[in-house]
């Protein structure tokens, strides 16, 4: 049975979690490759366990009760495809992040800050993944986000980092809240807490509508939707690196699954408007999310921002998915799903990817700020090729990962003008155009990301210096591109084992991937759209390999190093190249008065005064205006005008509390 | 033996989009230039330019890296896939089914990747100012493109560029949605292939440049490379836009040999007349501001958009 294999490697890495402080305060020398070796071990453990679950078929399937928790529910846990999926999506990430941080673990100043609280998270995540009654999820979900916030406060000498934990802390408060009354509601007056008896009970369509409001406000909190994004980019790079790739990578996704096993698997029959919800939410994160992520400066923070467009994406999937679902076009709605899974599956692999890179470059030139790189490419080049892999896959290009799930959820698109619903007719090309608009960003952020900072020449003398990282993080990174390159080139596979989740989400499947002819994914049928990465690569492959090898041999391979050309006037100064903001200002000039309320302003002294010029950017995060602020202003007016309260007489008090007990007894009296 | 038929004609079409590609280079500069009443050089000067640059020594700046080296064949490489992905004489090639239209739009953006990645290498200021806006039109003629995309796929069925050309021959009638979905493609072209009213093909060290501005660091084998894949660029919007909107002479489907040379020669005629059309229209028209484009080629999103949008109300528009 996976699932006792399962709760055991959970149990174990429990154990290291308790292990690792009584290593560190003895100063072991060996604490930290210990910590992560034995992590490793049980993330792979799960993530074989993952693998039986989603492709052994339902004898591996099932749960157990355990004698603890809430005494009529126990504790139950379960794998089924849906869990096993994101098993693996989860320990996969796990086991690379293991892997990296054996190396990039021994730069840590303070290892007690981090070593304790790494099993605890990752044990956190695996329990959500598992759970299978409403108790266990949000006990596993608070560990989760509890030991995350540990692992954000590691180097909390930082003031920008406490802060970004204080933001943490209260969105992830505020999560928990909503899916404690989500589940609330699901469970009804009885405490029907377990899994199966909330998906045997039928939901008003009410209820289910309320509970999917609750769910995007929980999940989508941690998931980075718009607008409850706010504290993934002050958290997620605040983190050490590792743990960064973890928190982007894969607890987003721990998100989705929440989001994905409440809405389509428990709240019952999905009426239309939900979809309609869903789409604008994926739409608005995916294109303000890349919109921020291009202007940023911070390296992580950049990354962080990236993963907000690409939870939008997967919620766009998820929506169609449920536009679908509602009108009971089983094929369809299988296409989307499967294309929304596969994204999340894919996006926690080239995000880990490029969270490492971060932390490469963090360790090898000490610095962030990409104004202040450059030109790494010749002193960090495996590092240099291995990033470069991931701004490829990320920015959705063929023949690498990222593209094929863009290209299901186009499909899907493509299949929706026969939904009967005007507004999902009117919305869903909508989302499809901010969905490639997004997409195109994506590849402007990415070139600006890869190009500032691994290319042309150094802008400081930490880039100048800066040098190659150990081998466990290359190490780490090499699997990552790997996988990616097989999922680009071979989804077919990949697919063809959603098929059991997505018939227990939406009760239908993608048709059978052919292995043959030269393995082309087909989503709908053949005569519709066809893509095989497989051709692709290869083409390409062949097709410069046969220039190179024709102009080498018939024509010239001489080469000569000269200065640069640069019209003849090549300027040796490194200030005069292009810096990162000036590589974003036509894209902050064009989306910026809209996106961001831009505002550029001159100053210019009269002809022979002396003064400088002045030029002052405004920039407006108009979630922060628009929905934080008034509620921090709500919030202290009442906190005011409440404190009153505070400075009463025993009298008063006493009255108050008899007020309350009337007012209750009148509304329990008016109601029952 | 019929596979090995098939993967010869499938060959062909690779070789024939890159023995015509500079071709179409030469006929558009030469019809330019008795545009503007000169005499202007041979068309077969891109070909002589090509063997030129191929012989000469690569000249590279002292900073250059792997990746500047690389990126002009990979940059060609995935134009040239691309290029011989778009039916040209023949639909239902053997391998058309390998990549559809959205497909072939992504796999010029692989090429603009390493482009603009290229512009950036060495670090100087004109390398950055091509690959920035270089960057900035993607960002709305790659959307544009795929609302096209959607267009035209849910007016024939199909995002598979054999079946769409199929579908246009044998069920043309004209449609709001394909006419607005002809303009913006037209105006996509026009942009990506860094044509005179966004960029000007012509000019070297203007401020105005995007295309050649990152290309500026680049010489002999690297460029003829660099120059190949732009007008292998330049022929497959041609032949993508007489494809979709201009299908008739293309063979079919288990057509002989004769209709196929039949589809080759209305190629070429198709590909004289796209070049015409587009210099009478770049001579015509002056060359806009940088600031001016994204609204230029926003235009292009919007009626992408709305061509899709009018199909997702009824599928007769």
């Keep these: ?672 | 033996m019929g596979l090995i038929l098939a993967i010869l004609v499938q060959g062909a079409q690779m070789v024939l989009v890159l023995a015509l590609a500079p071709g179409l280079v030469g006929f558009t500069r030469k019809v330019k230039a008795r545009l503007l009443r000169r005499q202007g050089p041979p068309i077969l000067q891109p070909y002589r330019d090509l063997y030129r640059l191929v012989r000469k020594e690569a000249v590279l700046a002292d900073n250059a890296s792997w990746l500047f080296r690389n990126a002009p064949y990979l940059i060609f490489a995935t134009t040239w896939v691309a290029a011989a992905l778009v039916p040209t004489f023949a639909t239902g090639l053997h391998f058309s089914w390998a990549a559809d239209l959205i497909a072939i739009t992504a796999l010029l953006g692989s090429a603009r990747f390493f482009l603009a990645l290229a512009g950036m290498d060495i670090g100087t200021a004109f390398g950055g100012i091509g690959s920035s806006r270089e960057m900035l039109f993607a960002t709305l003629a790659e959307p544009a493109m795929i609302m096209i995309v959607f267009t035209v796929a849910l007016v024939a069925g199909s995002t598979q560029l054999s079946t769409v050309a199929a579908f246009m021959v044998d069920h043309a009638t004209l449609r709001v949605s394909l006419g607005l979905a002809l303009i913006g493609l037209i105006i996509v072209a026009l942009t990506e292939n860094a044509r005179v009213p966004v960029d000007n093909p012509a000019t070297h060290l203007e401020l105005t440049m995007v295309h050649e501005a990152m290309v500026l660091e680049y010489s002999g084998r690297h460029l003829a490379v660099i120059e190949l894949a732009a007008a292998l660029k330049l022929l497959l919007y041609i032949s993508l836009i007489a494809c979709i909107f201009a299908p008739w002479g293309i063979a079919r489907q288990g057509d002989g040999l004769l209709e196929m040379a039949f589809g080759v020669v209305t190629f070429v005629g198709k590909l004289a007349v796209g070049g015409f059309l587009m210099v009478l229209f770049e001579t015509a028209i002056a060359k806009m501001r940088v600031f001016r484009v994204p609204e230029f080629v926003g235009g292009a999103l919007m009626l992408g958009f709305l061509g899709t949008l009018l199909l997702f109300v009824s599928r007769s528009f």
């Design chain 1, 1 to 672: 049975m996976p699932i006792a294999a399962a709760l055991l490697s959970v149990a174990g890495l429990a154990g290291v979690a308790v292990a690792a402080p009584i290593l560190t305060a003895r100063r072991v020398r060996w604490a930290t490759p210990a910590v992560y070796g034995a992590s490793l071990v049980f993330s792979a453990v799960l993530l074989v366990c993952g693998l039986f679950g989603l492709l052994g078929g339902s004898a591996y399937w099932g749960g157990v009760r355990l004698p603890v928790g809430l005494p009529w529910v126990g504790a139950n846990f379960a794998i089924d495809p849906l869990s096993a999926a994101f098993l693996i999506i989860v320990n996969l990430g796990a086991v690379v992040a293991s892997f990296y941080a054996v190396g990039y673990g021994a730069h840590e100043e303070e290892p007690g800050r981090v070593l304790p609280f790494y099993p605890a998270f990752l044990a956190g995540m695996n329990l959500v993944v598992l759970a299978a009654d409403a108790f266990s999820f949000l006990v596993a979900w608070e560990f989760m986000s509890l030991s995350s916030w540990a692992l954000v406060m590691a180097h909390h000498h930082d003031p920008e980092n406490r802060r970004a934990g204080y933001v943490y802390l209260l969105m992830a408060s505020f999560g928990t809240l909503m899916l404690l009354l989500a589940f609330g509601l699901l469970a009804g007056p009885d405490g029907g807490y377990a899994f199966a008896a909330i998906r045997a009970a039928g939901h008003a369509p009410w209820l289910s509508g309320l509970v999917l409001i609750l769910m995007l406000l929980g999940a989508g909190s941690k998931a980075g939707l718009v607008p409850l994004h706010v504290w993934l980019p002050l958290a997620h790079p605040a983190a050490p690196s590792h743990v960064s790739a973890l928190m982007s990578g894969v607890m987003t996704k721990v998100a989705v699954y929440g989001f994905i096993r409440v809405v389509f698997d428990l709240a019952g029959q999905p009426a239309w408007w939900w979809a309609v919800v869903v789409l604008i939410l994926g739409a608005a994160s995916a294109v303000l999310g890349v919109l921020h992520a291009v202007l940023q400066r911070d390296l992580k923070r950049l990354l962080a921002y990236s993963t907000v467009e690409n939870i939008g994406i997967v919620f766009i999937g998820l929506g169609l998915g449920l536009a679908f679902k509602t009108n009971d076009m089983a094929g369809a709605a299988a296409l989307a799903v499967t294309a929304a899974i596969f994204h999340a599956f894919n996006h926690s692999l080239f995000k880990s990817l490029l969270f490492f890179g971060a932390g490469n470059v963090l360790t090898g030139a000490g610095e962030r700020d990409i104004e202040k790189l450059g030109g790494l490419i010749h002193r960090m080049p495996e590092t240099a090729y291995l990033f470069l892999g991931g701004c490829l896959a990320i920015s959705a290009l063929p023949p690498l990962n990222g593209f094929v799930s863009e290209w299901l959820i186009l499909q899907a698109i493509l299949i929706s003008p026969e939904l009967p619903q005007w507004a999902l007719r009117f919305l869903v090309p909508a989302s499809g155009a901010m969905l490639a608009l997004a997409a195109a960003l994506a590849a402007a952020c990415f070139v600006r990301a890869f190009g500032i900072t691994f290319l042309s020449r150094p802008r400081s003398p930490a880039a100048e210096t800066a040098h190659e990282v150990g081998r466990w993080q290359l190490r780490a990174m090499y699997a990552l591109i790997a996988i990616c390159l097989v999922a680009g080139i071979f989804p077919g596979p990949f697919l063809d084992a959603l098929s059991p989740a997505s018939q227990l989400l939406v009760g239908g499947a993608m048709p059978k991937q052919p292995i043959l002819p030269h393995l082309a994914i087909i989503p709908i049928s053949e005569s519709r759209s066809s893509y095989s990465g497989f051709l692709v690569f290869f083409f390409i492959l062949m097709a410069s390999w046969a220039a190179i090898r024709v102009i080498h041999n018939f024509a010239s391979r001489a080469v000569r190093r000269a200065p640069p050309w640069d019209c003849g006037f090549p300027d040796p100064s490194p200030q005069t190249q292009y810096t990162a903001d000036s590589f974003a200002q036509p894209i902050r000039r064009v989306f910026g008065p809209i996106a961001f309320r831009a505002k550029v302003t001159q100053t210019m002294p009269p002809p022979g005064d002396t003064a400088p010029a002045r030029l002052t950017l405004s920039l407006r995060d108009l979630v922060w205006e628009f929905v934080y602020e008034p509620l921090e202003g709500a919030v202290l007016y009442a906190a005011e005008r409440l404190n009153v309260l505070q400075f009463l007489t025993i009298r008063s008090y006493l009255s108050l509390v008899f007020a309350a007990l009337v007012l209750l007894l009148v509304l329990v009296a008016t109601w029952a």
